[in-house]
T-cell receptor
């Protein structure tokens, strides 16, 4: 079975400071990893993904994420937080083996950027 | 841009009613998904479909059914709504290739009273 853990329900960061939202995963096989963001009363918006290759992935709105196979982690990062980054963030995983289309999500991390 | 449209943003239904949630995508995606989102539980997969008339149960299919008669449309059906089905429902679609992201609709907040 595949699973995703987001160990922090809430992360608070001062505006201008770097931010990290943590994600660890468990799969049998090679993972495809995704980050999504959700603003209030909206659906999920895709931020970035790791498929293969470079462990540092860059995405929308200045976000990036680092894939670490040995630690089975895929933490979301941004060098300088903006108030507008305040939202709910979800990590998701899908395995690469044939026949499994399931995309499994974590429980989400609420990011609050303090002005 | 890919567009996934859910027919209602907000719904209020009575216990025991049959409820239909509709989702339409305009990018010819093979896969379509229904998730429910609850605080502290994240997104949980109810059903997904990888082709017309094809469906697979997700993690929490009990009390739900689905219909996919056309490629662009995926319906979620609550056969007899109950208060524990009050939730945010999210539809998504994607290409069959696993390295592509899923695209989500804006969500339907369903309240069962």
């Amino acid at each position: 079975a595949q699973s995703v853990a987001q160990p922090e329900d809430q992360v608070n960061v001062a505006e201008g400071n770097p931010l990290t939202v943590k994600c660890t995963y468990s799969v049998s096989g090679n993972p495809y990893l995704f980050w999504y963001v959700q603003y209030p009363n909206r659906g999920l918006q895709f931020l970035l993904k790791y498929i293969t290759g470079d462990n540092l992935v860059k995405g929308s709105y200045g976000f990036e994420a680092e894939f670490n196979k040995s630690q089975t982690s895929f933490h979301l990062k941004k060098p300088s937080a903006l108030v507008s980054d305040s939202a709910l963030y979800f990590c998701a995983v899908r395995v690469s083996n044939f026949g499994n289309e399931k995309l499994t999500f974590g429980t989400g991390t609420r990011l609050t950027i303090i002005p | 841009d890919v567009k996934v449209t859910q027919s209602s943003r907000y719904l209020v239904k009575r216990t025991g009613e049959k409820v239909f949630l509709e989702c339409v995508q305009d990018m010819d995606h093979e896969n379509m998904f229904w998730y429910r989102q609850d605080p502290g539980l994240g997104l949980r997969l109810i059903y997904f479909s990888y082709d017309v008339k094809m469906k697979e149960k997700g993690d929490i299919p009990e009390g739900y059914s689905v219909s996919r008669e056309k490629k662009e449309r995926f319906s979620l059906i609550l056969e007899s709504a109950s208060t524990n089905q009050t939730s945010m429902y999210l539809c998504a679609s994607s290409l069959v290739s696993k390295n592509t992201e899923a695209f989500f609709g804006q969500g339907t907040r369903l309240t069962v009273v």
